[in-house]
C-alpha cells in the first residue's frame, strides 16, 4: 500500500510537487523490478496484499534525508527521539514525531559498524548518551541532549563490531578481535587475548556477571570478576566455548532470564540455558533429504545456502523469530518445535524482525518492503504443515542429531498456526536494513537508499492535525 501524506521540517522531507515526482520515480523503478535484491537472488513468487489493508494503519509517509551513503542502523533514545548511522560514517539524531534533524554528529572517518544507547549516571543526573563505534578503530561517547562528544577511544586493535553497555554495573564492552571492558569514562578495565584469524561478532549479557560472544563457528562464555576492593583489578575470564555449531554463527539474542540462542548459517537455531549453558533444543535445516514418507521417487533438490542461512533472531520471551533465507519461522519455546512458518514471506533475504506486545510480527528485506503479519489459529488448511515440509526442513526435533540423519515423522513436526499477511510498505528503492517501531503510531525504516522513512498511523495524525487547527482558531478567536 502506498498511501501518504509527505510533509516537513526545513530540508528534512520532501514535499510538494518534488516529492510527487519523486515518489513517482520510485514507483515506476519498483513497478520495473526496483524492488528486487541489490545481489544475485533468483525471484520468487510471494503473496500480494494490494491496496486494500484494513489491518494496516500506516497510511502516512514523511520521508527524512541527511545521510549521503546506506543506513544500517536505527536506536531508540527516547520516547520522541531517535539516531540513525550508517556507512557514511555520521550519526544523526532525529525528532520521531516532526522529523526535525535535531542534531548531527560528525567525528568517525569511516562507516560506523556499531551503535548502542549509553544512559550516564551522575550524582546529579542521568542523561542519555550515544555510543558508536566504526571501521577507523575508535568508539565515541556523544550527549543526545547537545550533541557534543563527551569521550573517544582511538588506535583500537581494530575496527569494534559490536558494543553491549551493562547498565547495572556501569560498564560497555567493545567486540572486535580483542573484547574489552570500559568504565563510563573510557577507562580500559580488562581485556580478552588477541584473535588473529576471527573476531567476535555479537555479544550479549548472561546472568551472574557472564557474557556469550560469537566468533566464528564457537559461542565462548566470559565471567566478569567484579573487584572486591579498590586495591584489586577488573578481570573477565573464559569458562567455557560452545562448539555446537557446524559453521559460523549469524544471530546471538537473549530470551529471557533462562535462556539465550544463536542461529548460524547453515541453518542452526540453538536454545541454551543461561546459567549452566546446556542446549535446551537444537532446530536444524537439511538441505538434501527426500519425502521418503509421501513419495520416495521424488527427490528435493538441496537449497541455496543463502536460503538455510539464519540473518536474524528476535524473541518476546515465548516465542523466538528466526528470518531464514526469504521466509519466517515463529518457534515456540514452550513446545520446542515451530508453529507457524512462510518459507518465502519476501522477493528476497529477510533481514530483520520484531513480534510487537500487540501480537503484530513485522519484517523487512533486501526487496525493499516491509511486511506485518499475524499469527492466526486455526490455519486454514493450505498453511497446515505437512509432515513432508518438515520432514525436509528438520524442523520440531528437541534434542541435536547428526546432520546427515533422516527426520522421523511425529506430531512435534506439525505447524499449529499460520502466518496471514496483513499489511505491506512499499517505499524504499533499496534493501530495507531494519525497522524501530515507536509505540503503535509510528514506524521508523532505514535503506540502502540513503532514506529514513517515518510510516505514521494516517488517522491518529489526522486528529492530532484536526486539533491543532481547532487550538489555533480557538487562539486566534476564529479568524
Known amino acids: 500500500m502506498l498511501l501518504f501524506l509527505l510533509h516537513g521540517v526545513d530540508n528534512s522531507a520532501y514535499c510538494g510537487v518534488a516529492a510527487i515526482n519523486y515518489f513517482a520515480e520510485r514507483m515506476l523503478r519498483w513497478l520495473l523490478g526496483g524492488r528486487e535484491a541489490q ?70 572517518s569511516q562507516q560506523i559498524t556499531a551503535i548502542t544507547r ?5 550524582a546529579e543526573s542521568s542523561c542519555p548518551m550515544i555510543l558508536s ?20 577511544v582511538t588506535d583500537l586493535h581494530s575496527s569494534v563490531k559490536c558494543l553491549l553497555v551493562l547498565e547495572r554495573l556501569d560498564l560497555w564492552l567493545s567486540g572486535g578481535n580483542v573484547l574489552c571492558v570500559w568504565n563510563r569514562n573510557f577507562e580500559l578495565l580488562c581485556k580478552t587475548e588477541v584473535f588473529n584469524d576471527a573476531g567476535i561478532t555479537a555479544i550479549i549479557e548472561l546472568p ?15 565471567r566478569l570478576k567484579v573487584p572486591a576492593s ?44 543461561s546459567l549452566d549453558w546446556t542446549i535446551q533444543s537444537y532446530e536444524r535445516v537439511f538441505g538434501d533429504t527426500a519425502q521418503a514418507d509421501i513419495q520416495s521417487e521424488i527427490k528435493l533438490l538441496s537449497p541455496k545456502q543463502n536460503e538455510m542461512s539464519i540473518q536474524h533472531l528476535t524473541s518476546d520471551g515465548e516465542y523466538i523469530i528466526a528470518a531464514i533465507g526469504s521466509g519466517i519461522y515463529v518457534y515456540s519455546l514452550l513446545t520446542k518445535n515451530v508453529i507457524a512458518y512462510r ?15 500487540n501480537g503484530q ?11 506485518f503479519w499475524v499469527l492466526q489459529d486455526p490455519p486454514p488448511p493450505a498453511e497446515h504443515a505437512s ?33 496471514e499477511l496483513t499489511g505491506d510498505l512499499i517505499g524504499h528503492s533499496g534493501a530495507v536494513q531494519m525497522f524501530l517501531p515507536f509505540n503503535d503510531s509510528v514506524l521508523v525504516t532505514c535503506s540502502t537508499d540513503h532514506l529514513i522513512m517515518l510510516w505514521k498511523d494516517g488517522e491518529r495524525e489526522s486528529r492530532l492535525r484536526s486539533l491543532d487547527l481547532f487550538n489555533k482558531l480557538e487562539q486566534n478567536k476564529g479568524l
Open 361 to 371: 510480527l513485522i519484517s523487512c528485506s533486501e526487496d525493499g518492503s516491509v511486511r
Open 230 to 273: 579498590e586495591s584489586e583489578s577488573w578481570e573477565i575470564q573464559e569458562v567455557k566455548r560452545l562448539s555446537d555449531h557446524q559453521d559460523s554463527v549469524r544471530a546471538l539474542i537473549s530470551v529471557n532470564d533462562q535462556a539465550f540462542a544463536s542461529g548460524s548459517h547453515v541453518g542452526e537455531l540453538i536454545v541454551w540455558d
Open 208 to 222: 551472574k556477571n557472564c557474557i556469550a560472544a560469537a566468533m566464528d563457528k564457537e559461542l565462548i562464555i566470559y
Open 39 to 108: 545481489g544475485p537472488v533468483e525471484k520468487t513468487t510471494v503473496l500480494f496484499i494490494g491496496e486494500e489493508q484494513p489491518k494496516n494503519s500506516y497510511t502516512e509517509l514523511q520521508v527524512l534525508k541527511g545521510h549521503f551513503d546506506m543506513v544500517r542502523f536505527l536506536v531508540r533514545i527516547d520516547d520522541f527521539r531517535f539516531a540513525s548511522a550508517g556507512d557514511d560514517g555520521i550519526v544523526l539524531l532525529w525528532n520521531v514525531q516532526t522529523g526535525e534533524r535535531l542534531h548531527e554528529l560528525r567525528g568517525h
Open 118 to 122: 549509553f544512559q550516564k549516571h551522575s
Open 387 to 419: 509432515s513432508a515440509f518438515f520432514g525436509m526442513w528438520g524442523f520440531g526435533r528437541a534434542n541435536k542429531q547428526p546432520p546427515n540423519q533422516q527426520v522421523k515423522k511425529g506430531a512435534d513436526c506439525l505447524v499449529l498456526r499460520s502466518l
Open 133 to 152: 563505534a566504526s571501521s577507523d578503530r575508535s568508539v565515541s561517547l556523544w550527549d543526545a541532549d547537545t550533541g557534543s562528544r563527551v569521550q573517544t
Open 343 to 357: 518459507k518465502t514471506a519476501h522477493d528476497s533475504d529477510v533481514l530483520h524482525t520484531l513480534k510487537l506486545p
